[in-house]
């Protein structure tokens, strides 16, 4: 079974300034896909970032970026220039590159960010 | 382009009763999951359902149930409450063979059992 480690509960980060979480997984698969979720306190789990497991490249959206390490099974998140915005809480997720697979979460990281 | 829509948004029930809460996709999605999420912690996955068949199943006794209709909404049914049912439920739908594109979620609603 997959199974998906965010070995940070909370962290904190100064406005206008980086903080980088923690991601690892486990699983016997070669293809797969590794996403980063935000979860505010309205709940809704928004999609943050992607990476496809076979793509060496590190995935980037604007001040969001990933750093993925498929051989040490890593995927940590890096938050640029962090805003009082993206204060939530973050989840790892991890799904299979086949039909019908489930999204797999991990603990969770709940992010403050001080003004 | 309507998201995930689920309803009621809060459900106050008493131990016992039995509950049904309802999704409505993202527009062209045919594939529906269900989580279960407990207070600061990760959603658990409780089941999915595609072509109105149950596809995959969590570690989730039978008390929890789910169905899904034509037009791809869904249902997710629990019988006889436990307080330990209370938790946040997140459905999310998807496209069957397009993992990559990953989950659509709605706000979740918000069950305690008392």
């Known amino acids: 079974a997959q199974t998906v480690t965010q070995s940070q509960p909370e962290m904190s980060v100064q406005e206008a300034e980086t903080v980088t979480l923690s991601c690892t997984y486990d699983t016997s698969e070669s293809d797969y896909y590794l996403f980063w979720y935000k979860q505010p306190p309205s709940r809704q789990m928004i999609l943050v970032i992607r990476?496809?497991?076979?793509?060496?490249q590190n995935a980037t959206e604007n001040r969001f970026s990933v750093n993925f390490q498929k051989a040490a099974k890593s995927f940590s998140l890096k938050i640029s220039d962090s805003q009082l915005g993206d204060a939530a809480m973050y989840f790892c997720a991890y799904i299979r590159e086949t039909s019908g697979s489930r999204l797999t979460f991990g603990e969770g990281t709940q992010l403050t960010v001080n003004p | 382009d309507a998201g995930v829509t689920q309803s009621p948004t809060h459900l106050i029930k008493t131990r016992g009763q039995q509950v049904t809460l309802r999704c409505s996709p993202k527009s062209g999605h045919d594939t529906v999951s269900w989580y279960q999420q407990a207070l600061g912690q990760g959603p658990q996955f409780i089941f999915q359902y595609y072509e109105e068949e149950e596809r995959q199943r969590g570690n989730f006794p039978d008390r929890f149930s789910g169905h899904q209709f034509p037009n791809y909404s869904s249902e997710l049914n629990v019988n006889a409450l436990l307080l330990g049912d209370s938790a946040l439920y997140l459905c999310a739908s998807s496209f069957f063979d397009r993992a990559l594109e990953g989950y659509t979620f709605g706000s979740g609603t918000r069950l305690t059992v008392v």
């Open positions: 990476q496809e497991a076979y793509k060496q």
